[in-house]
């Protein structure tokens, strides 16, 4: 079974930076899309940033400019880059892979990491 395991939030005040990991573990026979999802006291869960095979990364309006997703498959982590962080990226932080897994067969999985908080202070 695979899991995503994320760390990397925190407390910050408002201009500055955080850096955003996720860690995947386990047998990961392709990669479907990857990103970030975050979700906001009192709001949905939102899509942050998410990169589908073969495509470029789309990001959130509400983040362009100030975010980059990345990725190293070499050690199946995927990165999130926070810079110029506002009050309003005020949330819990999750990754998300759709990945397809072969147990017995070949499987499609929603994985979810655990979620980060990170506060943005004013």
């Known amino acids: 079974q695979v899991q995503l395991v994320e760390s990397g939030g925190g407390l910050v005040q408002a201009g500055g930076s955080l850096r955003l990991s996720c860690v995947a573990s386990?047998?990961?026979?392709?990669?479907?899309?990857m990103g970030w999802y975050r979700q906001a006291p009192g709001n949905q869960r939102e899509l942050v940033a998410i990169m589908r095979s073969g495509s470029t990364t789309n990001y959130a309006d509400s983040v362009k400019g100030r975010f980059t997703f990345s990725r190293d498959n070499t050690k199946n982590t995927m990165y999130l880059q926070m810079n110029s962080l506002k009050p309003e990226d005020t949330a819990v932080y999750y990754c998300?892979?759709?990945?397809?897994?072969?147990?017995?067969?070949?499987?499609?999985?929603?994985?979810w990491g655990q979620g980060t908080l990170v506060t943005v202070s004013s």
């Open positions: 386990g047998s990961i026979f392709r990669v479907n899309a």
């Open positions: 998300y892979a759709d990945l397809t897994v072969i147990i017995g067969t070949s499987r499609d999985l929603e994985v």
